[in-house]
């Protein structure tokens, strides 16, 4: 399965499941980790690619396309937040995006070079989601809305 087709899924699944937007971007990104065999051969095409676009315009042109459109879908997900009551309001979405974004593609590279590293007692995967996570809270500080319904 792609990764765009996991995405939606995950991004379906957290929908279905009235889950806090902040919780389906968490699970959205993780997607892009390599933390497992699948992901591990996806980025490291994804990394040979980004290399050769180093010195190719035309390659260069994908991946900063890649790249805009995944701080696109992050900026989504904070405005999204910002109308159902996670994130403050005027909160510069695409700002947090990019930091988000910045600290997907960190991680990933570390995770790829060396996932058995440690970080203090924890696992680098278990890090990396905790890292994530604390990222995520600095944006989405508040409580989804989005869900609740009326009680008569």
Known sequence: MSISARLADRV???????QPISAIVLDGVLE???LDDERRGEYRVTRVFRGRSLDNPALAEVAAAT???????LATAV?????CGEVVAGTDADLAATRL???????????YDNPARRVGHRE?????????????AA???????HY?????
């Open 79 to 83: 405005r999204n937040g910002e109308e």
């Open 124 to 136: 680098l995967p278990a890090a990396a989601t905790t890292i994530l996570r604390e990222c995520l």
């Open 148 to 152: 609740r319904t009326e009680k008569s």
């Open 101 to 111: 974004a910045a600290l997907v593609d960190g991680l990933a590279d570390q995770l």
């Open 67 to 73: 790249a805009a459109d995944i701080r696109t879908q």
């Open 139 to 145: 944006t989405f500080t508040g409580q989804c809305h």
């Open 32 to 34: 892009l980790l390599p």
């Open 12 to 18: 379906a699944a957290g929908t279905a499941d009235e």
